[in-house]
């Protein structure tokens, strides 16, 4: 894809979150709504697109394609718990805030986010299947370490195992067994599949401006932690998971893919969980506003400096 066309998507990307901010901001969406479209999404539309992922394109990996797909996927999700951690540290955060800095620095926003990006600039290859397999250190990681963070100083918190095992992932793990056994598929189901996985982007769009409309756009660009936070999520993650993952694998495709998932803006996930584990979710938002808004012009950017 060339870069007018990948600037084209990305003002597409951005004139559906601006939709779906304004429609959250006079009132037209609210919460309870917000969550509905946002399950629908994350659990049916998804699903269909971690699926089609495999239906859509010829698959031709082996076992040790596989594994260098992992390693590269776990290596570069692995690289943003670190350059969170050390950004945490040497960043002036009180302690309350400090956990929910740190993970809106390392966890992205890979599904909702990277896939249609990915999707867009290569389509007919596996990058839509590589994106799938991210699922796996990102909920693992997640739902481990970023919930232990979360919950720390927390009495009664604890962790739950089976919250690892979210839909995207063990839609995630079916795709890696079709891919594996490729049974013969009915048309219908593949046909089904496909619409699916068409509204993935435009709804996935509208549901993040959506969630993030409880947020002021005047104050999630006044603090000057969250420029911090963009820089080191927008920029210094991507460009240390290039420079990185090019050692481990020759495939520009996959590499391309790593660093834009490395890239993406921090999680909406993160915001909820800021609330359920009683942090300051108004903190996470505000954060992960600034990141979404800034990576419409940094991803465009990394692709063009690195692809």
Same mark, same amino acid.
């Given at each position: 894809m060339e870069m007018s066309a990948l600037l084209n998507k990305m003002l597409v990307f951005l004139v559906l979150m601006v939709i779906g901010y304004v429609l959250a901001r006079r009132g037209s969406l609210n919460r309870d709504s917000v969550k509905a479209i946002s399950a629908l999404t994350m659990n049916v539309l998804l699903t269909g697109s971690i699926l089609n992922s495999v239906f859509s394109t010829r698959l031709e990996l082996d076992w040790g394609k596989l594994g260098e797909?992992?390693?590269?996927?776990?290596?570069?999700?692995?690289?943003?718990?670190?350059?969170a951690w050390l950004f945490a540290k040497a960043t002036p955060v009180d302690r309350e805030h400090a956990p929910?800095?740190?993970?809106?620095?390392?966890m992205g926003n890979p599904m909702f986010v990277g896939l249609p990006?990915?999707?867009?600039?290569?389509?007919?290859?596996?990058?839509?299947?590589?994106?799938?397999?991210?699922?796996?250190?990102?909920?693992?990681?997640?739902?481990?370490?970023?919930?232990?963070?979360?919950?720390s100083g927390r009495a009664g918190a604890r962790l739950r195992p089976r919250d690892i095992l979210t839909i995207p992932l063990?839609?995630?793990?079916?795709?890696?067994? %079709?891919?594996?056994? #490729? *049974?013969?598929?009915?048309?219908?189901? $593949?046909? /089904?599949?496909?619409?699916?996985? @068409?509204?993935?982007?435009?709804?996935?769009?509208?549901?993040?401006?959506?969630?993030?409309g409880s947020v002021s756009l005047l104050d999630a660009f006044r603090h000057w932690r969250f420029y911090v936070l963009s820089f080191a999520r927008l920029l210094v993650i991507p460009l240390l998971t290039w420079a990185v993952?090019? %050692?481990?694998?020759? #495939? *520009?495709?996959l590499l391309?893919?790593? $660093?834009? /998932?490395?890239?993406?803006?921090? @999680?909406?996930?993160?915001?909820?969980?800021?609330?359920?584990?009683n942090r300051d979710?108004?903190?996470?938002?505000?954060?992960?506003?600034?990141?979404?808004?800034?990576s419409m012009a940094s991803i465009p950017l990394l692709v063009w400096l690195l692809g």
């Amino acid at each position: 894809m060339e870069m007018s066309a990948l600037l084209n998507k990305m003002l597409v990307f951005l004139v559906l979150m601006v939709i779906g901010y304004v429609l959250a901001r006079r009132g037209s969406l609210n919460r309870d709504s917000v969550k509905a479209i946002s399950a629908l999404t994350m659990n049916v539309l998804l699903t269909g697109s971690i699926l089609n992922s495999v239906f859509s394109t010829r698959l031709e990996l082996d076992w040790g394609k596989l594994g260098e797909v992992f390693l590269v996927l776990w290596l570069m999700q692995i690289l943003g718990y670190v350059v969170a951690w050390l950004f945490a540290k040497a960043t002036p955060v009180d302690r309350e805030h400090a956990p929910v800095f740190e993970l809106l620095i390392s966890m992205g926003n890979p599904m909702f986010v990277g896939l249609p990006v990915v999707q867009a600039l290569y389509p007919d290859t596996p990058a839509a299947f590589y994106v799938s397999l991210s699922c796996l250190p990102f909920n693992v990681l997640l739902f481990t370490y970023g919930v232990w963070r979360l919950q720390s100083g927390r009495a009664g918190a604890r962790l739950r195992p089976r919250d690892i095992l979210t839909i995207p992932l063990l839609a995630a793990l079916a795709a890696v067994v %079709l891919f594996l056994l #490729d *049974p013969p598929v009915p048309e219908a189901v $593949t046909g /089904l599949i496909s619409t699916l996985a @068409a509204g993935t982007m435009p709804l996935s769009m509208i549901v993040i401006g959506a969630s993030l409309g409880s947020v002021s756009l005047l104050d999630a660009f006044r603090h000057w932690r969250f420029y911090v936070l963009s820089f080191a999520r927008l920029l210094v993650i991507p460009l240390l998971t290039w420079a990185v993952c090019r %050692l481990l694998t020759n #495939d *520009p495709v996959l590499l391309m893919t790593a $660093t834009i /998932l490395a890239g993406c803006p921090s @999680a909406v996930i993160i915001t909820v969980m800021a609330n359920q584990y009683n942090r300051d979710s108004a903190f996470a938002a505000e954060g992960t506003l600034q990141t979404t808004a800034l990576s419409m012009a940094s991803i465009p950017l990394l692709v063009w400096l690195l692809g």
